[in-house]
């Protein structure tokens, strides 16, 4: 069974950092790419950044010189370091990952507020 685990949610006030990771596992593929979205209430969920198995990176324009993308040394896991957050980066922040379809994780919340 597929898994998906995103872990390192939390409070922090404007202007500091957070760091996310997420695991995926179990699929009889390799996960090809790996991608965080976020969603706050009311709106779609929309894309954060993208690590493709290449080594390419996405972001969304939000997200550019304060969001990194990166491969942990762990097989089939991400981490998205987020520096001088905005309270407007509020939202449940969800890993996807694809194998042939695409898995999604539970979601954590990010709360960016003094």
């Known amino acids: 069974q597929v898994q998906v685990v995103e872990s390192g949610g939390g409070l922090v006030q404007p202007g500091g950092s957070l760091r996310l990771s997420c695991a995926a596992s179990g699929s009889a593929f390799s996960f090809n790419a790996m991608a965080w979205y976020r969603q706050t209430l009311g709106k779609q969920r929309e894309l954060v950044a993208m690590?493709?198995?290449?080594?390419?990176?996405n972001y969304a324009d939000f997200a550019k010189g304060r969001f990194t993308i990166s491969r942990d040394n762990a097989k089939d896991t991400i981490a998205l370091q987020m520096n001088s957050l905005k309270p407007e980066d509020t939202a449940v922040y969800y890993c996807?990952?694809?194998?042939?379809?695409?898995?999604w994780g539970q979601g954590v919340q990010v709360t960016v507020s003094s």
């Open positions: 996807r990952a694809w194998a042939g379809v695409a898995y």
């Open positions: 690590l493709t198995e290449g080594g390419d990176r």
